[in-house]
């Protein structure tokens, strides 16, 4: 009996001992499991946001009212200048440059940057910058305060637009209502949007658009004045003749207008537009014959005018001065000068392909500018026929200058421009020259080249 009890003791005993490693078996398991599941949270990468100091200040309130979004870390922006600058980029140019602001948001490990720009004294203008080769992702307007700072009505919008953009939103989150079933031509699912009703976001919807167009009727003209020092040269070569004409250099003017009047109306033809360029240069001449006696004064006309239709990819919602245009149209070009019987008047009308390219360079407020004008056909209409009966007129011309903006929407403007025109004539044509000393030109070959300096002032409106 004692030896049975002994025995089954010892079996209680084992079976306890079983029993208890199991459970610290299961044990140790299950706080594996938590600890791997704290681990999985842990590692699972926040969504890295910095909010640009606003111009007026406010940033803190931005950064108030979107730092409990769940998953989201913001950075201050002081941070942010640190990770610029280490990088050894341009704090005030880097949220304009996308090839800058890549580096700094790769580098960094920033999801998105929150630019903040004064739009006008009553609205700034927020972007949404994302890290995929930092692009604007959503773009819309805020309310500033009396003083200019932000205000938590506008930090509420930036919120409201950020949770949309992560689609964090609460009620976006939440799960559907059970419904009963019922036909499917009565079931209508609800949109928990109580803040967001529908009927607000389509009046915002409109504000934005017509906050749209009344930014583009402020950006929609530019107009220029330049005062301008030319110089024509005119040569005609014949097998048996020559004709040469040097104006050397004479003063003028020159006025241009670049109009975008669709977009006031319709935003999406915001790159439909027109332009004109008057150019007029004058001057006078004395006639004298062998002996250098006088014969007669000679007033000079050097008349442009061109005009057509312009393309811009350049959006007037851009902070940056940039442009880039194309345009088409025609060109009127008259030489007048006082009858005489030794220089003849000319006149003609091309056609024009165009474009010009604005880049900024070094400074936001200084830039280049280069542009290419082709005519590939004109046509004679007064002059020609002094040195053919028939011709082929062709040619083309370009300018380099410099822009300066010295205030908002205003600009200094200088640079050299030249126009080259070649003209092949075919057959005779009528006499040049007085009745003593006629000369006859045939088969020749015509060259027109005006040159110049410019320097003047550009606005935009």
Do not use: C
Not at 210 to 231: C, M, V
Not at 368 to 397: C, H, K, M, N, W
């Amino acid at each position: 009996m004692a030896l049975s009890r002994f025995l089954a003791r010892r079996d209680e005993n084992m079976a306890v001992k079983s029993m208890s490693r199991v459970v610290s078996i299961m044990a140790f398991l299950a706080l594996s499991a938590i600890a791997a599941t704290a681990v999985a949270d842990d590692e699972k990468t926040p969504f890295r946001v910095v909010v640009i100091e606003a111009p007026g200040g406010g940033t803190e309130v931005v950064e108030a009212a979107i730092e409990d979004i769940p998953n989201l870390e913001v950075r201050s922006y002081d941070w942010f200048v640190e990770q610029v600058q280490a990088r050894a980029f341009n704090i005030n140019r880097v949220v304009d440059t996308p090839s800058d602001l890549v580096w700094v948001m790769d580098g960094s490990k920033i999801d998105l940057v929150i630019d903040i720009k004064e739009e006008s004294a009553e609205d700034f203008q927020i972007r949404f910058i994302v890290a995929d080769g930092a692009q604007t992702e959503r773009e819309f307007l805020a309310d500033r305060g009396h003083d200019g700072a932000m205000r938590r009505g506008g930090a509420a919008l930036v919120r409201f637009e950020l949770e949309d953009h992560l689609q964090v939103r609460p009620e976006l989150l939440a799960p559907a209502p059970e419904v009963d079933e019922e036909p499917e031509e009565d079931v209508r699912p609800e949109r928990a949007v109580d803040e967001a009703d529908p009927e607000a976001m389509r009046r915002r919807a409109a504000q934005d658009r017509e906050d749209l167009k009344e930014r583009l009727s402020r950006d929609w003209i530019w107009l220029r004045a330049h005062g301008r020092w030319f110089q024509k040269d005119f040569s005609v070569a014949a097998r048996d003749a020559v004709f040469t004409y040097r104006s050397g250099g004479f003063f003028g003017f020159e006025l241009d207008a670049e109009i975008f009047p669709f977009g006031m109306n319709n935003p999406d033809m915001t790159e439909a537009g027109f332009y004109a360029t008057y150019n007029h240069g004058f001057y006078g001449l004395v006639e004298t014959n062998e002996e250098g006696e006088a014969l007669q004064e000679m007033s000079v006309n050097n008349l442009t005018i061109e005009g057509g239709a312009l393309y811009r990819l350049d959006s007037p919602l851009e902070e940056s001065n940039r442009q880039l245009r194309f345009k088409i149209g025609a060109r009127y070009d008259v030489f007048s000068i006082t009858d005489n019987v030794s220089i003849p008047s000319t006149a003609l009308v091309s056609f024009i392909l165009g474009t010009r390219l604005v880049l900024p360079v070094f400074l936001d407020e200084f830039a280049v500018t280069a542009s290419l004008d082709i005519a590939p056909g004109a046509l004679f209409i007064e002059g020609a026929q002094f040195f053919g009966r028939e011709s082929f007129t062709y040619g083309f011309g370009s300018e380099l200058g410099i822009l300066y903006e010295v205030f908002d929407n205003g600009f200094l403007s200088a640079g050299y421009s030249f126009r080259l025109l070649r003209t092949d004539f075919s057959g005779d044509g009528e006499p040049l020259g007085g009745e003593d000393n006629p000369v006859v030109f045939s088969e020749s070959e015509a060259f027109d080249l005006n040159q110049g300096l410019r320097a003047g002032f550009v606005y935009q409106y």
